[in-house]
């Protein structure tokens, strides 16, 4: 789904909307608040406080290495939003984001992957696997499986929108529920004043404040340089992904937003193959778009032809990210279970 305009402003429909709000909120926060099934090893949890994109994915990876430097041997727990497969499914070559969704393909490209609707389970299959840390890729409001640490992704020029919750804003619980679970914050991109306040109460309860960018790969920017440009992008904010080709100084003529985990039809190939050979353009989209069209022989010229624009999530001060977050996965651990146990740390 596209989000409506009001989450991010307000005005008279999020104000009709505050009852129902007020009912998801006391529901979610209640959910929230239940305790998790506990396991053998470790779990990270990235999340984000609102519906809608964030940076978790691109987040979750960066951790997963930095926590494989350490010695762990983590694997990633995702929902697989977009997919079918309920699971618990350890995530094999073959896959489709029909299947696992798309996000689990781009996270199995830097550590095992298991796909779960039951997140308890999916983390008991991971450890079955060989897992020593899991690391969840969204979930944080799903109470199902104690998380030892829980890291908290907010958009910097976004922060929460008009913070509300569902469906009158796009808070997936009340904020005050959410930041009693939250460990530390990592606010993603410049700091604007709508997410001021929530840094600000964040700060007040003693929670971390970590910062950090998603950087387009310089080599791919590099490539896309004296083409006109096609933008294409179903993603949670599709406008950030144009504001960083727009950025990087491309020359951008034209954009395509569609809805996050957008499955895309052979029509719309279509239509995006002929308007970019009528203009002369290029295609570029995101890696999650060219994921989820992969193993759709409709969707197949569309894929062959568009470029992507990689990103990576950058942390500012990568010491405080250690100390608050991979470091805290650690603290209290028997040895037993403590990473590099095999010598490998």
Not at 10 to 31: C, E, F, K, N, S
Not at 306 to 328: C, H, N, S, Y
Request: with cysteine; net charge positive.
């Amino acid at each position: 789904m596209r989000e409506p305009a009001f989450w991010r402003d307000g005005g008279l429909a999020a104000w009709l909307l505050a009852p129902a709000a007020a009912l998801y909120a006391a529901v979610a926060d209640a959910r929230l608040a239940r305790p998790g099934t506990r396991v053998s090893v470790p779990v990270l949890c990235v999340g984000n406080f609102t519906a809608g994109g964030a940076g978790k994915t691109p987040t979750a990876i960066a951790l997963a290495g930095m926590a494989m430097a350490r010695g762990f041997r983590p694997h990633f727990l995702t929902r697989g939003h977009g997919g079918r497969a309920r699971g618990p499914l350890a995530l094999q070559p073959g896959h489709t984001a029909r299947e696992v969704g798309d996000e689990a393909l781009l996270l199995g490209r830097t550590a095992p992957t298991v796909i779960a609707r039951d997140r308890a389970a999916g983390a008991a299959l991971a450890i079955r696997n060989g897992a020593d840390l899991i690391v969840m890729d969204d979930g944080f409001q799903n109470p199902s499986l104690h998380k030892d640490v829980s890291l908290i992704v907010i958009d910097g020029m976004y922060g929460i929108g008009n913070g509300r919750t569902i469906p009158a804003g796009p808070l997936r619980a009340s904020l005050e529920a959410q930041l009693r679970k939250a460990d530390a914050i990592l606010i993603a991109g410049p700091l604007s004043p709508a997410a001021q306040d929530t840094v600000s109460q964040a700060r007040a309860r003693g929670i971390p404040i970590l910062t950090g960018s998603l950087r387009p790969d310089p080599a791919a920017i590099d490539n896309l340089r004296g083409h006109a440009l096609l933008a294409f992008a179903g993603i949670g904010r599709p406008d950030k992904f144009f504001a960083t080709l727009h950025a990087a100084g491309l020359d951008v003529r034209e954009t395509r937003a569609f809805a996050d985990h957008h499955p895309f039809t052979a029509a719309q190939a279509r239509a995006l193959l002929d308007t970019a050979a009528r203009g002369n353009l290029t295609l570029v989209t995101t890696e999650k778009d060219i994921a989820r069209m992969r193993g759709d022989p409709a969707l197949a010229p569309l894929a062959e032809r568009a470029r992507t624009l990689p990103v990576t999530m950058t942390f500012d001060d990568e010491a405080a990210v250690q100390r608050e977050v991979i470091g805290k996965l650690t603290a209290g651990m028997p040895a037993a279970i403590s990473p590099g146990r095999d010598g490998s740390a």
